[in-house]
């Protein structure tokens, strides 16, 4: 299924690959508590940034793998690259318009100990066939 969804303003527009009936972690972390982030973690190949690339800004912290882009004129965070899974993204389920999404399960991801449970993340931006 793809699903389409944008930044407040719709200057940044993004489609994503994933299945109807979505999984997605609310994580505890300093930055996600802080943002609402609902994360969708798909393989680099699931994700496309349609429209928007001169609207966003990125911001970084700790080791600077995660890249957290965001929206500079709204300030909303549609995707970013995630530490845990540097190889994909992290789409903000959040930001997804709703008509393609059929059903929604939330699942807790303890952030604030990041080191002890990223490994239970690994999976999800490898490419499935």
């Known amino acids: 299924m ?23 972690y609310e994580c ?21 940034l349609v429209r928007g690339e001169r609207a966003l800004s990125v911001y970084t912290f700790n080791t600077g793998v995660a890249k957290h882009y965001f929206c500079k004129h709204c300030g909303c965070k549609p995707y970013y690259v995630p530490r845990s899974n540097p190889d994909g993204f992290s789409v903000n ?5 709703g008509a393609t999404i059929k059903s929604l399960s939330i699942l ?6 990041w080191e002890s449970q990223t490994g239970s993340l690994a999976h999800l931006s490898k490419q499935h066939d």
């Open 93 to 97: 389920v959040r930001c997804l318009h």
């Open 2 to 24: 793809r699903h389409t969804g944008s930044c407040h303003c719709g200057a940044v527009e993004v489609e994503v690959d994933a299945p109807e009936n979505i999984e997605a």
């Open 108 to 113: 807790p991801f303890d952030g604030k100990n």
């Open 28 to 48: 505890n972390c300093s930055m996600c508590e802080r943002t609402g982030f609902l994360h969708l973690i798909v393989p680099r190949s699931a994700f496309r």
